[in-house]
């Protein structure tokens, strides 16, 4: 547990911060030379992160584990060894240099696959906000229907006789004449004349 802790302190400090301070000043200085030695230590550094994810997960039991990432981060960083520059110049450059058009086109094929299924998704989404609003107009009806009229010319006649807004005693004749007077109408229109 003890090793655990000192790894993961190690690789936060050395490994992470104390190189992203290195690469802070080697941008602020504009030094070419600085700049493409941190380039090429980050680059290390993401495989080397992608790796240890898996390791952790099966070779954590070995004995000196955790002592040899230690080592093998003060190896990447030391001056002396340029450890980060020689993986790099020797086997992650011809390595990528030779798959690099694989690579592109994988990652283009990642991307248009990813906004698809974004895309897909997005609108299986609006789906189910659209039916799940339909659903809850739909049960809520007898409600919707007495504060939301459609305003249909049936439906102004209706309201313009019904008993909330005429006198009792008038409101039953005037709807029998409005729906009569709608009846006629339609009536007429679907033979043809036009009144």
Known sequence: MVSWIISRLVVIVFGTLYP????YKAVKSRDLKEYVKWMMYWIIFALFSTVEVFTDMFLCWLPFYYELKIAFIVWLLSPYT??????????VHPTLSSKEKDVDE??????????????????KGLNVAATAAVMAAT???GVLSDKLRSFSMQDLSAYQSDPAHADPATAAPAQQRTKSMMRSKSESYNRGERT
């Open 139 to 141: 049960k809520g009806q």
């Open 106 to 123: 994988y990652i283009g094929q990642t991307k248009d696959k990813i906004c698809d299924t974004l895309v897909h998704f997005g609108r």
């Open 20 to 23: 992203a301070y290195s690469s």
């Open 82 to 91: 340029k450890g980060s520059s020689v993986l790099y110049r020797k086997f």
